[in-house]
């Protein structure tokens, strides 16, 4: 019997297939209290499953590569972080040895004993954290059972399906994905989460808060998955499934439409010439861009080289990544953010702080690298001699106040002064930018100005800090929202500054590459973005049917809103075809 649940879109997209459920939280926990000579053995299988959950997480992040591996590795590195915390570890040990509690039970304890902690913490941000503890524990309960089952408990990886979970980690997502996986109803979450975004960047459709999806929906179930209207269908009927396939209709025709877009100019309705550029981290993201007919890139993430890393990179491993991207984008501009790592990015050389109380808030981006000034200098050398083969752009990240900039200025000279000495040959001048994600940066515009030859606001974090709300948190799901005014006021102000200062400011932060918010960015006075190579010809798309002076008049009106609400229905106004009126005397004016 047809059966329909509504959600919120997450991804855009259909999809029909097979309902493939997991329900790690619900694994049936034997509770019998262990006997004196079980212990040892119990204790021996518990560790056999989390060396196989560390083994898992080591196993996905070798499959990853370019854009997956940079949505998904930091939450792999947190999770494995989690799998060896002492604190964890012991208090599971007590559990087993102690309280005679079998692994499945203490995990579960253990499990609820940490989310109690951080659901009582005051941080939205740490109190979000609850779902990387559920992940993790879940990954060990499923492990375990494994071990005591014949049946294969973990996720069917098949064709066809559909995945049905109370929340996806991105590492799942990303693994389930390279093997067929079609869809995914969550039962929470929330559409900014870091799970949303990764499916959005792999064209994967996704629904979120379908708050009755596990009590509802079985194995094997046939689904419509249709994120479209923003609902999941349960025994879809003929009518839905002739649907679908005017869908899939519609959807090959318009790729093959936007496909045509690849070498067009990138210019509003009333004319105004937009760059658009790409966000990259590996080759396949410079190969995508450029066939896209990117103007260059305008965000390269060089933390994967320390991700990735056993210990630290050296100077020609980052020359030849680096120089090697300058090469493949063929003389357009070519934008490197120096190491951006700290929070929930932990490098396996050990430059992330542990332990941090508040990590969001804590030694990251530029701090990270004016704490080691060595392992900076080694990175700077290496962009300087790259440079060479192109046009090439610094970005420095989180940045607060100007003295960073000074600073990182300083290493640069005394870079460039070491390298001459060497004979190394070095471009004639290098552009240095500041990321504004911080909101002292952003009110303080003027005077990061004076010593940045460029902006790139980050809105990503930006939205963060300035709401106090995570962005995967899905109770503060109505106060995390791009368009609230405060945050559209900052960035405002901040593209009007480098416009008065006639310096260049660009966008890369995920709305960037959202059409929902092309015509509001464009608002705002933005007239460059980056984003996701993916993202490229529907925002050129976009663009095309704008009009960018029209859309400017509006600009006072947008930034003086009470509400993200009130914002939305403007935009859907001032955005919105108008039909012109047939009055009675146009009626009757003769051809």
Request: negative net charge; charged residues 25%; glycine residues 6%.
């Amino acid at each position: 019997m047809r059966h329909l649940l509504p959600g919120t879109t997450a991804s855009r997209g259909m999809a029909l297939g097979r309902a493939r459920l997991v329900q790690p939280s619900r694994y049936l926990v034997d509770t019998r209290p262990l006997a004196e000579d079980e212990v040892d053995s119990e204790l021996e299988r518990l560790h056999r499953a989390l060396d196989t959950a560390r083994q898992e997480l080591r196993e996905l992040r070798g499959k990853l590569h370019g854009a997956l591996a940079r949505e998904v590795n930091e939450f792999i590195d947190a999770h494995s972080l989690l799998l060896d915390d002492p604190e964890l570890l012991r208090g599971l040990d007590d559990l087993v040895r102690i309280g005679h509690y079998r692994p499945g039970a203490a995990l579960k304890k253990q499990r609820d004993r940490l989310a109690a902690v951080f659901e009582a913490m005051d941080d939205p941000y740490l109190r979000s954290r609850k779902e990387d503890i559920d992940q993790v524990i879940n990954r060990v309960i499923s492990a375990l059972q494994r071990q005591t089952s014949a049946e294969e408990r973990k996720i069917a990886a098949r064709v066809g399906e559909i995945l049905i979970a109370d929340s996806i980690a991105p590492a799942d997502m990303a693994h389930l994905a390279g093997n067929g996986l079609l869809g995914v109803v969550a039962s929470s979450g929330s559409p900014y989460s870091h799970s949303a975004i990764l499916a959005r960047s792999l064209d994967l459709p996704m629904l979120v808060g379908v708050r009755d999806a596990l009590s509802t929906i079985h194995d094997d179930d046939l689904i419509l998955l249709d994120s479209e209207r923003g609902e999941a269908v349960v025994h879809p009927t003929a009518q839905d499934l002739t649907r679908y396939r005017a869908w899939q209709r519609e959807a090959a025709q318009e790729g093959r439409r936007l496909a045509t877009l690849a070498n067009a100019p990138t210019r509003t309705r009333d004319g105004v010439d937009i760059k658009l550029y790409a966000n990259a981290e590996m080759s396949p993201d410079i190969a995508s861009a450029r066939a896209k007919g990117a103007d260059g890139v305008g965000l390269y993430r060089t933390e994967f080289l320390f991700l990735r890393h056993k210990g630290l990179p050296s100077e020609d491993e980052q020359f030849i990544a680096y120089r090697d991207l300058v090469l493949g984008m063929g003389g357009l501009p070519v934008t490197i953010r120096t190491l951006d790592l700290g929070a929930d990015k932990a490098d396996a050389a050990g430059l992330a702080m542990r332990g941090e109380e508040n990590p969001a808030l804590g030694v990251r981006g530029v701090r990270l690298s004016l704490r080691y000034p060595a392992v900076f200098t080694t990175q700077i050398r290496a962009i300087l001699r790259a440079a060479c083969y192109g046009p090439v752009r610094v970005l420095v990240p989180m940045v607060t106040q100007p003295d960073e900039l000074i600073a990182v200025r300083t290493l640069f000279k005394l870079a460039r002064a070491e390298l001459k000495r060497e004979n190394i040959d070095l471009p004639e001048k290098l552009s240095l930018g500041a990321m504004i994600e911080v909101p002292a940066a952003a009110i303080n515009v003027r005077e990061i100005l004076e010593h940045a030859d460029f902006l790139a606001i980050g809105t990503n974090d930006l939205a963060q800090y300035v709401l106090a709300a995570d962005r995967g948190n899905d109770a503060l799901e109505n106060i995390y929202n791009p368009l609230q005014p405060a945050l559209l006021r900052l960035i405002s102000h901040v593209i009007s500054a480098g416009r008065r200062a006639r310096k260049p400011v660009s966008l890369c932060g995920e709305i960037g590459g959202d059409v929902n918010f092309t015509a509001m960015l464009l608002a705002l006075g933005l007239y460059e973005f980056s984003m996701h190579p993916g993202q490229l010809l529907q925002v050129r798309d976009r663009l095309a049917s704008l009009d960018a002076k029209a859309l400017r008049q509006h600009a006072p009106k947008l930034i003086r809103a009470r509400s993200h609400e009130e914002v939305e229905a403007m935009l859907a106004d001032i955005t919105s075809p108008r039909i012109p009126v047939c009055t009675e005397a146009d009626a009757q004016t003769p051809a």
